[in-house]
C-alpha cells in the first residue's frame, strides 16, 4: 500500500474517531450507557491508530521538507544535512507503516475484555493435579507483573495437593487479548514427587480462557436459571463451611452449571456465578467465531478443542517448548515464575504475521 492509499484510508478512520468523540460529549448518549460504553470502547481502540497516523503525516511533511532544502538549497553543508535527515525520515516511515499496517488489522472483539480462565487436572492422577497447581501459580505471578486482579471462584483441591479443578476472573486492561494464548493443553515432563525410583513421568493440564461477558453482551431469562445453595467446602474459616454461601446456577435451556463458594457472602457467590454463566453462554456463540478464523488461517489461538497440545514443560532439560510455533526456550524456572511476556509477545508476532498474509492492507 502507498503513501496516498494510507492516507486515504487514515483520514477517513480520523473522520469516525472525531465523530465518535463529540458523540461521547452528548448528553443524550451519555444518558444511554449501552452505548455509550460501546463508543468509548470504540474511541480507545482508535486513539493509538490516530495518534500514530498524525505521527506519520508530521514525518511526510518533513520528508517534503528536506526534498525541497535538497533541491533549492545552495549551501553544501546545508544540503548535506538535509540529505542525513532525509535518510533518517525514510527509514522511520517505513517502520511507522509497519505499525500502521498491524493497527489497521481487524482486531478480535473481545481482545479488551477480562477473561475466565479454567484450569483442569488431565492426565497423570495426583501428578496432574499438582502441574495445574504450578499452572495457576504461574498465572497468579503473570497477573501480578501486569497488575491484574486475580479471584478465584471455584476450585477442588487434589488429594496429594494442586487442583482437580480451578476457575478464576481476570480483570484488568486487554487481558483476554494476552491470556487467550493459553487455551489447550498443557503437558509437563518431570519426576513427580509421587515417584519412588526416579522415573520421568508425563502428565497434563487442559486451559481454557473464556472472555468475561458484559451485561448487555447476552439477556439471560431469570426462568431459565435453577438456584441451588449449599455449604462451602475446602478451608475458609468456620462461617463459610457451615452457612449455605455457595451458589450453584443451572441454566435449563443448555444444560450448563457454574458453581461459586469462595466468598462467604451468598450473594457475592451468586454475583460471580452469574458472570461466569453468561460468560460461557456467550462463548458458545464467540466459538463460532474462532472457528471460522480458523477455517480461513491458521491461528495461534485455541479453537476449543482441548485435545490440542499447545505446549511442554521438561523439568529435566530447563526447556519450554511452544508447538503452535515450534519455540523452545531454555528458561523453564522463570516461566513457572510468571515470566510469560516473551512468549506471548512471539505467539502474538506470529498470530499478527497471519493475519497479515490475507488481509488486503
Known sequence: MDNNSILEKLEGIRLRFEEVEQLLADPAVANDMQRYIKLNKEYRDLEPLINTYREYKNVLSNIDSAKAILHSEKDEEMREMARMELEDLQKNIVSMEEKIRLLLLPEDPEDGKNAIVEIRAGTGGDEASIFAGDLFRMYSKFCETKKWKLEVTNHNEGTAGGY????FNVSGQGVYGIMKYESGVHRVQRVPQTETQGRVHTSAATVAVLPEAEEFDIEIRSDDIRKDTFCSSGPGGQSVNTTYSAVRLTHIPSGMVV??????SQLKNLDKAMTELRSRLYN??????????SS??????STGDRSAKIR???YQQGRVTDHRINLT???????????LEGLIEKLQMAENAERMKVSSI
Open 329 to 339: 526456550l531454555y528458561n523453564l524456572s522463570a516461566v513457572l515464575d510468571g515470566d
Open 259 to 264: 458453581t461459586c463458594q469462595d466468598q462467604k
Open 284 to 293: 458458545l456463540e464467540y466459538q463460532k467465531y474462532i472457528d471460522e478464523i
Open 296 to 301: 480461513k488461517r491458521k491461528t495461534m489461538v
Open 164 to 167: 482437580k479443578e480451578i476457575v
Open 312 to 314: 511442554t514443560y521438561n
